[in-house]
């Protein structure tokens, strides 16, 4: 079965299709939340809600296009609106690697996106201090390795939107950000840590 396919069983109300998409999304899906949101329970629940919306939806799923983008921008939505009502952004302490690895994929080499664990623990502590829509661009563009154009159509806004916001975040992000990091004058390097992509879903533009 294809991705294609597992549309056409879903559309005809066979599980099996959901569940093919499952496999093929939900480790990329899963990342994404947990970056945005910062806990494991609450990304798991907005994946999963993201899943279930995708299959009520399906009907009105265009089968020419790729499921990734539109099921992504989903998830996205789900966890920038689970940050947004969090009673207060959590505090991103040594402890993240540990949490960051649960939802590593296990046959991943942690070490090729790992730079060395001081500059990653501040970068996360200053990632988790970005509200979550400024989180939500840095996660797409430095973690997911988006380019802007996709970033646009994921949040279903102009690319010049996506630049401004992107530049805000960045700006933001830098002044969190400890001196030794900062100084560098290379903000967008630092940060980028690795991709977190299981598999690829198309080509992506190079920015």
């Not at 939500?136 to 994921?154: F, G, H, K, N, P």
């Amino acid at each position: 079965m294809d991705e294609h396919e597992a549309i056409v069983q879903c559309k005809q109300g066979n599980i099996s299709g959901l569940e093919y998409l499952v496999r093929t999304y939900e480790l990329q899906a899963l990342r994404a939340a947990y970056l945005i949101v910062a806990d494991r329970t609450p990304a798991e629940d907005v994946v999963q809600e993201a899943f279930l919306h995708a299959y009520a939806q399906i009907q009105q799923f265009d089968s020419t296009r790729p499921f990734g983008p539109w099921f992504l921008q989903s998830v996205v939505h789900r966890a920038v609106r689970t940050a947004t009502r969090a009673a207060r952004l959590r505090t991103w302490d040594v402890a993240t690697d540990n949490r960051i690895s649960q939802v590593a994929d296990p046959s991943a080499d942690l070490a090729a996106w790992v730079v060395k664990e001081e500059t990653d623990t501040a970068i996360w502590a200053a990632v988790a201090r970005l509200p979550p829509h400024q989180r939500a661009v840095i996660v797409l563009r430095y973690y997911l390795d988006l380019s802007e154009t996709e970033m646009a159509d994921q949040l279903a806004c102009p690319p010049g939107t996506i630049k401004s916001r992107l530049h805000t975040a960045r700006h933001r992000l830098r002044s969190l950000l400890p001196p030794w990091i900062r100084d560098t004058g290379d903000v967008p390097r630092a940060i980028h840590v690795g991709p977190l992509r299981s598999t690829p879903v198309e080509k992506e533009d190079q920015t």
